[in-house]
C-alpha cells in the first residue's frame, strides 16, 4: 500500500446513545463540511442480526472528516413491507457524481411483524430468516446532500437463479466515472439446497449510474478459497485497486483484517504483493494501542485526487461483534508510505 494509517482521535468518529453504529461513508457536501452516511439500529435488539430487521441509513455531520460527527437525520427510514427495501436500509457508500449525490445501499423486507426484542430470537427467528434471503443492492439520488432523496421502487442489482448470487446481494462498492458509467464490485451468497452457501465477491457494470447493472462474469471476481466481504473499491492510474475484509485471515495474515488487490479492468484481480492492507491493532492519539473486535467496511476519502482518511466500522468487543457493547463508526488519518 503507498499509505500508512496513523493515531486516530478518541473522540473522533461517529457513536449514537441507544444505537449500535456501522458502515460509515463520508462525502463533502456543498456547504463545506463532512457528511457521514451510517447504518444504526436500537440496542434494545442483538447487534448480529438486529440490523438485518430494524437498520436504517441516517446522515451525521463534522467540520473535519476526523469528526466527531453529529446525527442529523434519518436518510432512508422505513417504508412498508411491501417495498423491496422497506424494513432494513444498511451498507451505504455515499458518491457524488457532478451535481448528483449517489447512495448504494443494501435494502431488505419481510412480511411479518415488527421485532419484539423480548421474543426476538436472533438468527433463527424467521424475520431474520425472509430478511436475509431478501437483501438487494439499491440506489437513492438527490441534488442536494440534505436531500430530498428519491428511492427506486426495484433494486440496481438482484439476484439470478443458478448463478454465484442466486440468494442474495448486498454490500455495494461503486467506482463511478467521470461520464457517469460505474464498475459495481458486490457481495454475494447462493443457494445451496435450501441454505446459503459463503460468501463471495462479484463485478458489474453499468453505462450510467441509473442502470441498467449487468454482472460481468459466470463466476466470483475471486478464487473460493478467498472468504471476503466488505470491498471498497477505486480507480486508480493502472486500473483499479480494492480493499475487503479478510474473514479468516487466510490471505493477509490476520482474522479480520485488510487485504488489498489490484485488477486492470475491475474483472481479473490480483493480490498485492504486499496484501496486508490495514489491521484491528490501532493506535490511539493518546499513544494507547488497542485490537479492535471490528474494524470493517472500510471507506476511503479521497480528496484532490488521494486517500486521506481510512473509515471503518469498529466494536469493543474481543471476539468480533458477538461479545461488543459498542459499536461506531471511525475515521483513521493517512500519510503517504515512502516505500
Same mark, same amino acid.
Given at each position: 500500500m503507498k499509505w500508512n494509517m496513523l493515531p486516530a482521535p478518541k473522540d473522533g468518529g461517529f457513536r449514537m446513545e441507544g444505537y449500535w453504529v456501522w458502515c460509515g461513508s463520508v462525502v463533502k457536501g456543498e456547504d463545506g463540511k463532512y457528511h457521514m452516511f451510517a447504518s444504526r439500529w436500537p440496542k434494545t435488539l442483538p447487534m448480529h442480526p438486529g440490523w438485518l430487521v430494524a437498520s436504517e441509513i441516517v446522515r451525521a455531520v463534522s467540520d473535519t472528516p476526523e469528526g466527531p460527527y453529529e446525527f442529523q437525520e434519518i436518510v432512508l427510514p422505513a417504508r412498508g413491507a411491501e417495498y423491496w427495501d422497506g424494513r432494513s436500509t444498511h451498507n451505504p457508500h455515499i458518491v457524488k457524481h457532478k451535481d448528483t449525490y449517489l447512495l448504494f445501499y443494501m435494502g431488505s423486507t419481510h412480511p411479518l411483524a415488527e421485532p419484539?426484542? =423480548?421474543?426476538? &430470537?436472533?438468527l433463527q427467528d424467521p424475520k431474520t430468516i425472509v430478511a436475509r434471503a431478501n437483501k438487494r443492492i439499491g440506489l437513492a439520488t438527490a441534488p442536494s446532500v440534505f436531500g430530498p432523496w428519491t428511492r427506486r421502487d426495484a433494486p440496481i442489482l438482484s439476484t439470478r437463479p443458478g448463478k454465484f448470487d442466486s440468494f442474495l446481494t448486498s454490500n455495494p462498492a461503486p467506482s463511478v466515472s467521470e461520464d457517469?458509467?460505474?464498475l459495481l464490485i458486490y457481495k454475494a451468497r447462493k443457494y445451496e439446497g435450501h441454505e446459503h452457501g459463503k460468501m463471495t465477491i462479484g463485478a458489474a457494470r453499468a453505462d450510467h449510474y441509473e442502470g441498467p447493472y449487468r454482472v460481468m462474469q459466470e463466476g466470483p471476481i475471486f478464487s473460493s478459497e478467498y472468504h471476503l466481504e466488505d470491498p471498497f473499491v477505486w480507480k486508480?492510474? =493502472?486500473?483499479? &485497486?480494492?480493499?475487503?475484509?479478510d474473514m479468516d485471515g487466510n490471505i493477509c495474515g490476520e482474522k479480520y483484517g485488510g487485504i488489498h488487490a489490484r485488477s486492470i479492468d475491475g474483472l481479473r484481480w490480483e493480490l498485492s504483493d504486499t496484501p496486508h492492507a490495514y489491521s484491528r491493532s490501532i493506535v490511539w492519539d493518546d499513544g494507547t494501542r488497542t485490537m479492535l473486535g471490528n474494524l470493517e467496511r472500510p471507506f476511503l476519502l479521497f480528496e484532490d485526487g488521494r486517500p486521506t482518511h481510512l473509515f471503518g466500522a469498529v466494536s469493543d468487543g474481543v471476539k468480533g461483534f458477538?461479545?461488543?457493547k459498542n459499536t461506531w463508526n471511525m475515521a483513521f488519518p493517512l500519510?503517504?508510505?515512502p516505500r
Open positions: 419484539n426484542p =423480548d421474543t426476538f &430470537e436472533g457517469g458509467s460505474v486508480s492510474s =493502472d486500473g483499479y &485497486e480494492l480493499i475487503a475484509k458477538s461479545d461488543a500519510e503517504e508510505n
